[in-house]
């Protein structure tokens, strides 16, 4: 079903390819989706979560294999949590959102990056966000994350340095939206 269009503004109707489907953004305003901080802050405790997962569970179960002391810090399990960890680390904090706009975390809690028109970044935006981005949060110890707390419009330093946005908000086809 075709969706008539009312207003002038409806025109600026932009369309990205996602994967086999087209996607069509219409009337994108990233302040009327923006994300409370508490969302924000949920779905970077469940990626941190998940990041500690893998070395708590291979220390215990080095303890339940009888290492103690420097033995269990010094396990070859110890190595293998550690190295899972990286590896999650890695595919949850840059190839995941890359590839979809979300991480672990942003995904159980419904958020989504997206940039400033409503659509995907491209790839090298969301690889410099990911990379550069969190560390320069990482140098200024965190200090890039204030402006999610103190403004309104809830963008972190990388969001306002790369153009993007984190958005509480589904996609609907175009015949759904809310006039």
């Known amino acids: 079903m075709a ?4 207003e002038p503004k ?4 932009k369309t990205e390819t996602a994967g ?18 508490f969302l924000r802050f949920g779905a970077a405790a469940i990626d941190y979560l998940f990041l500690v997962l893998f070395p708590a569970m291979f220390l215990v179960i080095s303890r339940m294999m009888g290492n103690d002391g420097a033995a269990l810090i010094n ?4 190595n293998v949590g550690w190295l899972l960890s990286i590896l999650f680390a890695l595919s949850n904090l840059i190839v995941l959102p890359i590839l979809t706009g979300r991480t672990l975390g942003k995904f ?3 958020l989504e990056i997206v940039g400033s028109d409503g659509r ?6 969301m690889l410099l966000r990911q990379t550069l981005g969190y560390l320069t949060v990482i140098l200024s110890a965190g200090l890039g994350l204030l402006p999610v707390a103190f403004s309104r419009k809830g963008r972190a330093l990388h969001d306002y340095i790369f153009g993007t946005f984190v958005v509480f908000a589904s996609r609907k086809p175009v015949g759904q939206t809310n006039d």
Do not use: A, C, W, Y
């Open 3 to 6: 969706t008539k269009l009312k």
């Open 10 to 13: 409806d025109t600026k109707i």
């Open 20 to 37: 086999p489907q087209m996607v069509r953004v219409v009337r994108f305003e990233p302040e009327e989706v923006v994300t409370p901080f």
């Open 75 to 78: 396990s070859e399990l110890n």
């Open 108 to 110: 159980l809690t419904g």
């Open 120 to 125: 995907h970044p491209s790839i090298v935006k």
